[in-house]
């Protein structure tokens, strides 16, 4: 794109008709100046495209490295620079630093100066010493120093200089944009990299407490009901006869809540036997209401999925049915399973009365409710995602895709 810039039209030769001679003096007098406006209007159009240009392309980085190249590329424009260095300050916020770069100006290339420094160059800095110098700093505090070098001992270019301190500013604010954005990643990842840690411990206590429960206290409850029943035969039609059958009932009773307890916690089929054994358990014992219809749906028939996508899977149809059971009023029920190449598709649908899916999530999102988030952080984390589609009155949909393969170990 061109910048547009007044030239020299406002000025006029001279009006011929006076002396030849003067006229010819004035003339040339005339062209000296025009040539003299030529260079330094042009000089200044030129700057200005350059800016323009730089205003463009700065702003769309999103890597330090290369918007640093490009920082130095038109700082040497601008200035006239044959070398350009970059030193960041010791420590740009929490710990993040830039690299050091060193820019050839006639090769046009970047060096990082981690690593050696072209022999050329080094003997151009220690040469020049006039180097001009500026601070790049923004919100984020001192970003580091641009140091532009003159091409020769002589000095940098007449008139290329008015426009740098507008490039610092922009060159600033580029960088300090950079670096926002990279830390705002890293403490993203940080974040998801915590939630599943939390509930990859949530699922190993969950397992922990459903064992400990099943395999103590079930047992200990099995041994008093045994002892209880013994005690009974002897003492048929004794006094105690009824209070012993009453807490033999009691302890059944225990029991049964215990059993129901160590399944919630985390349904041994799901270790034992995989995920759609346990989505086909789940089904027919716990999605029970008057007046509906469940249906399981799998293909391959004998599909296994990682142990991370099985847990979520299985998680995500449990919240689903749970909802179905505790809102939809449905009458119908379809949990559908399938392996789509390197994905796992997961849909439970209901033909309940449906619901407005943004108001939910909102409301969700201030804290109303837990389901809808964690089913969507459970796909998240487990490397998939998740849709929600449903209307009022038109039932309900909730699909996850999730890997079918296992993931590499993270770095
Ligand atoms: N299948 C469904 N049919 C109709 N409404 C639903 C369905 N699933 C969710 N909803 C609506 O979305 C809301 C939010 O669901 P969410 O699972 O987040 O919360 P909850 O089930 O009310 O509580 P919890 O945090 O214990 O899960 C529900 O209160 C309900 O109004
Ligand atoms: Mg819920």
Request: aromatic share 4%; proline share 7%.
């Amino acid at each position: 794109m061109q910048a547009h810039y007044p030239r020299q039209r406002a000025l006029s030769p001279p009006d011929r008709g006076s002396s030849p001679a003067a006229a010819d003096i004035l003339q040339r007098s005339y062209q000296t100046l025009f040539t003299a406006l030529e260079q330094v209007f042009g000089q200044e159009a030129q700057g200005l495209q350059w800016l323009q240009e730089a205003c463009l392309a700065l702003p769309g980085q999103d890597n330090a490295a290369s918007l640093l190249e490009a920082i130095c590329h038109y700082a040497a424009q601008l200035s006239g620079a044959s070398v350009v260095t970059f030193e960041p300050s010791a420590k740009v916020c929490s710990g993040d630093r830039l690299p050091p770069l060193i820019y050839d100006a006639e090769a046009d290339r970047a060096f990082l100066s981690a690593g050696p420094t072209p022999p050329g160059l080094a003997a151009q800095i220690r040469e020049r010493r006039s180097a001009l110098s500026f601070s790049l700093a923004g919100r984020v505090g001192a970003l580091g120093t641009l140091k532009l070098y003159p091409p020769k001992p002589g000095g940098f270019p007449a008139g290329r200089q008015p426009l740098l301190q507008p490039f610092i500013a922009l060159a600033s604010l580029a960088l300090q944009n950079v670096v926002l954005v990279h830390q705002a990643r890293r403490s993203q990842e940080r974040m998801q990299g915590l939630s599943r840690q939390l509930l990859e411990a949530q699922e190993t206590e969950r397992r922990h407490i459903a064992r400990e429960l099943h395999d103590e206290v079930g047992q200990n409850l099995t041994a008093i009901k045994i002892s209880l029943q013994t005690m009974e035969r002897y003492l048929e039609g004794g006094r105690l006869e009824a209070p012993i059958a009453e807490s033999i009932a009691i302890v059944d009773g225990l029991l049964k809540q215990v059993q129901a307890l160590t399944v919630g916690l985390r349904p041994p089929v799901l270790d034992d036997l995989g995920l759609v054994a346990a989505l086909r358990w789940y089904l027919e014992r716990r999605v029970r209401a008057p007046g509906l219809r469940a249906r399981l749906s799998v293909w391959p028939h004998a599909l296994r999925l990682p142990p991370e996508s099985e847990t979520a899977c299985f998680r995500i149809a449990q919240e689903a049915l749970t909802n179905i059971l505790r809102h939809a009023e449905a009458s119908r029920v379809a949990v559908l399973l399938r392996r789509r190449g390197r994905e796992a598709l997961l849909i439970v649908h209901d033909n309940g009365k449906g619901f407005d899916v943004g108001a939910g999530q909102a409301a969700a999102l201030q804290g109303m409710s837990l389901g809808l988030l964690t089913m969507e952080e459970r796909a998240r984390l487990a490397g998939g995602r998740l849709e929600i589609r449903s209307e009022p009155g038109k039932g309900t949909m909730v699909c996850a895709l999730l890997p079918a393969r296992a993931r590499r170990p993270s770095g």
